[in-house]
């Protein structure tokens, strides 16, 4: 395994790679194929599995090479499932290459694949995230079957532990599990640290469910306000529980709960377009995750990094932008992204 370069640079990208999925998850952010099929989105920022304008390998390579010298300092690779995007773990050689800490964030089906698992070793991969959302196999299989419905939580989980069985006591990859909390799964949260440190892995995020206000499973998975209770009991428990986790800052579960009314409140210090960027797979780039945000955002000042430079497009911050009114409940989920370092920082072997 080659040795980790740690960085210090301040710029953090959210890199969107295109590619189908082996799963058909209901809830998934780019939307289903069977609906876009239908109806395509048009709305700028609103992702998809179905594009005709993504950025080829070619361009991905090219703008990759450019983060030399940049002030990125790190790369989470997400998809669709990055892992099955052609031409990825050249991307993350080159990144890697740069210096530049790279989180690949999966599925955890690839992860069984020796020749997937033996390259991110091979190439210094600095962590896998690994979506997995219940304790329950039936519970995560019902919302994160395959395309032909098969369950998957046995397939992820075996993906994680062949990662930690071949990481042994090394210093990387960090292995974490990352969870999609929603009404029905609030009491599972304690359980899911449980499972994680059980597996051997590093750290553990439950992210808040994102759904617009008219997406069908809104009104059954959403967060509420009156979720607030059993919301502080399963947060408590966990931090009080798992002290051999790295979870989200204590600021963190605030962070959940002031999102319940789902409205939109100013943010002094928001990292959004600061030390933050997010990349779709045709190259657009954004300020942040936010909805409101990317509506706000005037044609005549959208950017994108085909044909371009990650040093013009991403220079050193020179401090916090103006305080972003746009804050939505989909940004509190870019706060552990932002909080990377405790999970990367070499203060040691891993669990």
């Not at 990352?178 to 009404?183: E, I, P």
Request: aromatic share 6%; proline share 9%; glycine share 6%.
């Amino acid at each position: 395994m080659k040795r980790r370069i740690v960085t210090r640079h301040p710029v953090t990208l959210l890199w969107s790679l295109r590619s189908l999925c082996p799963l058909a998850c209901d809830y998934c952010y780019f939307g289903l194929v069977a609906d876009h099929q239908i109806a395509p989105p048009t709305k700028a920022g609103q992702l998809s599995h179905i594009s005709r304008n993504d950025m080829n390998r070619k361009e991905v390579l090219a703008f990759a090479r450019t983060l030399a010298g940049s002030a990125v300092g790190r790369v989470f690779l997400a998809g669709g499932e990055p892992l099955a995007w052609p031409g990825v773990l050249d991307v993350i050689q080159v990144i890697k290459a740069a210096g530049i800490e790279v989180v690949a964030c999966t599925n955890g089906l690839p992860l069984a694949k020796a020749e997937i698992q033996d390259a991110l070793f091979d190439l210094g991969v600095d962590a896998i995230s690994v979506s997995l959302d219940s304790t329950d196999p039936a519970v995560n299989d019902a919302r994160r079957p395959d395309r032909f419905g098969r369950g998957t939580w046995h397939a992820a989980v075996d993906g994680i532990r062949a990662v930690i069985a071949q990481r042994a006591a090394g210093p990387a990859p960090r292995v974490g599990i990352y969870s999609v909390l929603t009404r029905r799964t609030i009491d599972d949260m304690p359980a899911m640290g449980r499972l994680t440190a059980d597996l051997g892995c590093d750290y553990y995020v439950p992210q808040p469910i994102t759904l617009a206000d008219d997406h069908k499973l809104h009104a059954e998975l959403s967060l509420r306000p009156d979720d607030e209770p059993r919301l502080r009991a399963a947060f408590d428990a966990l931090y009080r529980e798992h002290p051999e986790l790295v979870l989200p800052a204590s600021t963190y579960p605030q962070q959940v709960l002031d999102t319940l009314p789902r409205t939109t409140s100013p943010v002094a210090t928001c990292f959004g377009g600061h030390t933050l960027h997010f990349i779709q797979p045709d190259g657009a780039i954004w300020d942040c995750v936010s909805p409101y945000r990317i509506d706000a955002t005037a044609p005549a000042a959208r950017r994108s990094i085909r044909g371009a430079s990650a040093a013009d497009l991403f220079p050193a911050p020179t401090g916090h932008a103006p305080g972003c009114p746009l804050f939505s409940h989909e940004c509190v989920n870019m706060w552990p992204l932002m909080d990377f370092d405790r999970v990367t920082e070499p203060s040691g072997s891993p669990r």
